[in-house]
């Protein structure tokens, strides 16, 4: 074994069981064999009852879980997990967490028993340079990233992993720190960031459940154009587009997660766009896969 594999080994097992050998360590960190990148997905997740309704969010989810290529892994940036600093989830099998209230027994009873990935955990770490990631052994799958996932793969039988979203940071940083994590595509790893492109909670609008408000349609739009203009400057300072966005993005958390997708696109690689719809007055569902 060379001095670097090595010293990689002994990392991992600072996080993985203490009576695992360096010998069987490497059978899962040394199966990260290279692939052709791995395409990436921005998901509008919605409500959390898409995860056990039958429409046509969840349709979208199953057909794009057959089209993309069975991932090594999938690491998902959700916006539902916000830290100060940037956490990854490095468990060996994380648990389901029932983030919210006010719904049916049935929705806190589902759980998605995918296994983790310490190994992937800690090859992220490696990756990223522009900022100091740690390594997480306490949060789990939230409903950002399980309620998705379990559409794409519903066997739960590939790992999962969440990346944490550091509060105190600007877009620009997340910008960046998404174009990092760009060598995990071309290891299997399948990219997945998770929120809504437009999100006001606070004026939702429950007797309207298949179309937006006036400014909740013009930012979706605005938002679109601009992902396929390539204009990224302008999505990264969302806060110059006008009153609609003002609305539409009252807080970050479910916006940043697609800096993340775009920062990873790469120059003659393809954005199509899935689930195009408003909903409940203020939430889109607009997604996208990039590959």
Same mark, same amino acid.
């Given at each position: 074994? /060379?001095?670097?594999?090595?010293?990689?080994?002994?990392?991992?097992?600072?996080?993985?069981?203490?009576?695992?050998?360096?010998?069987?360590?490497?059978?899962?960190?040394?199966?990260?064999?290279?692939?052709?990148?791995?395409?990436?997905?921005?998901?509008?997740?919605?409500?959390?009852?898409?995860?056990?309704?039958?429409?046509?969010?969840?349709?979208?989810?199953?057909?794009?879980?057959?089209?993309?290529?069975?991932?090594?892994?999938?690491?998902?940036?959700?916006?539902?997990?916000?830290?100060?600093?940037?956490?990854?989830?490095?468990?060996?099998?994380?648990?389901?967490?029932?983030?919210?209230?006010?719904?049916?027994?049935?929705?806190?009873?589902?759980?998605?028993?995918?296994?983790?990935?310490?190994?992937?955990?800690?090859?992220?770490? /490696?990756?990223?340079?522009?900022?100091?990631?740690?390594?997480?052994?306490?949060?789990?799958?939230?409903?950002?990233?399980?309620?998705?996932?379990?559409?794409?793969?519903?066997?739960?039988?590939?790992?999962?992993?969440?990346?944490?979203?550091?509060?105190?940071?600007?877009?620009?940083?997340?910008?960046?720190?998404?174009?990092?994590?760009?060598?995990?595509?071309?290891?299997?790893?399948?990219?997945?960031?998770?929120?809504?492109?437009?999100?006001?909670?606070?004026?939702?609008?429950?007797?309207?459940?298949?179309?937006?408000?006036?400014?909740?349609?013009?930012?979706?739009?605005?938002?679109?154009?601009?992902?396929?203009?390539?204009?990224?400057?302008?999505?990264?300072?969302?806060?110059?587009?006008?009153?609609?966005? /003002?609305?539409?993005?009252?807080?970050?958390?479910?916006?940043?997660?697609?800096?993340?997708?775009?920062?990873?696109?790469?120059?003659?690689?393809?954005?199509?766009?899935?689930?195009?719809?408003?909903?409940?007055?203020?939430?889109?569902?607009?997604?996208?896969?990039?590959?």
């Amino acid at each position: 074994m /060379e001095r670097k594999e090595f010293i990689h080994s002994l990392a991992l097992l600072s996080i993985t069981a203490p009576n695992m050998t360096i010998s069987e360590l490497n059978k899962i960190s040394g199966s990260f064999d290279s692939t052709k990148p791995m395409p990436i997905l921005f998901v509008g997740h919605g409500s959390p009852m898409n995860a056990i309704e039958e429409n046509e969010f969840v349709k979208g989810w199953r057909q794009m879980g057959q089209y993309v290529p069975k991932p090594t892994a999938v690491l998902c940036i959700s916006a539902h997990w916000e830290t100060k600093g940037t956490f990854v989830t490095a468990m060996e099998k994380p648990a389901t967490i029932h983030d919210f209230g006010g719904f049916p027994q049935a929705l806190y009873e589902v759980q998605y028993p995918a296994a983790g990935s310490p190994a992937i955990a800690q090859k992220t770490k /490696e990756t990223v340079h522009s900022a100091s990631i740690e390594l997480d052994q306490k949060w789990g799958l939230d409903h950002g990233c399980w309620s998705v996932v379990r559409h794409l793969y519903p066997k739960a039988d590939v790992p999962v992993l969440q990346m944490s979203l550091d509060y105190n940071k600007p877009a620009q940083f997340h910008y960046d720190l998404g174009r990092e994590l760009n060598s995990l595509r071309e290891k299997g790893v399948l990219i997945v960031g998770s929120g809504n492109i437009v999100h006001n909670l606070s004026i939702i609008d429950w007797r309207n459940p298949d179309s937006g408000y006036d400014w909740a349609e013009i930012a979706n739009a605005k938002i679109k154009k601009l992902v396929l203009e390539g204009d990224y400057k302008s999505l990264i300072n969302y806060h110059n587009l006008g009153k609609e966005m /003002e609305l539409s993005v009252p807080s970050p958390e479910h916006y940043l997660p697609l800096l993340y997708i775009l920062a990873l696109k790469k120059e003659k690689e393809q954005i199509a766009i899935f689930n195009d719809k408003t909903v409940m007055g203020s939430i889109s569902m607009s997604s996208f896969k990039i590959e």
